[in-house]
């Protein structure tokens, strides 16, 4: 069963910067992307930003476009969030995600096989 361990997260002012990091604890799973999703109170799961494991491609949720940077080392088996620039509305739990499995787009919950539980990102005012 693969394992993914977040770190990271916290409570930080506006205009501030956290970096998000979650660790696939299996390496011989064959990680074809990985993402960020986040839930704040009362809303559903939302993608945040994706990368795809060989290549490195990402896309983001134009909410977090210029602000935030997703990468990965391949070598760790390890994804991270650099988030800058926060607002009170980036509020929420943050979820990382793998998936094993070939997809177009990887920006939704069911292209994703595997999930971490969860870090807590606030933003004050």
């Known amino acids: 069963q693969v394992q993914l361990v977040e770190s990271g997260g916290g409570l930080v002012q506006a205009g501030g910067s956290l970096r998000l990091s979650c660790e696939a604890s299996?390496?011989?799973?064959?990680?074809?992307?990985m993402g960020w999703f986040r839930q704040a109170p009362g809303k559903e799961r939302e993608f945040v930003a994706r990368i795809i494991w060989t290549g490195g491609n990402t896309v983001y949720v134009d909410a977090v476009k210029g602000r935030f940077t997703i990468s990965r080392d391949n070598t760790k088996n390890t994804v991270y969030l650099q988030m800058n620039s926060l607002k009170p509305e980036d509020t929420a739990v943050y979820y990382c995600?793998?998936?094993?499995?070939?997809?177009?787009?990887?920006?939704?919950?069911?292209?994703?096989?595997?999930w971490g539980q969860g870090t807590q990102v606030t933003v004050s005012s």
């Open positions: 995600a793998a998936s094993g499995d070939v997809s177009y787009y990887y920006t939704h919950k069911g292209d994703y096989n595997y």
């Open positions: 299996e390496r011989t799973f064959s990680i074809r992307a």
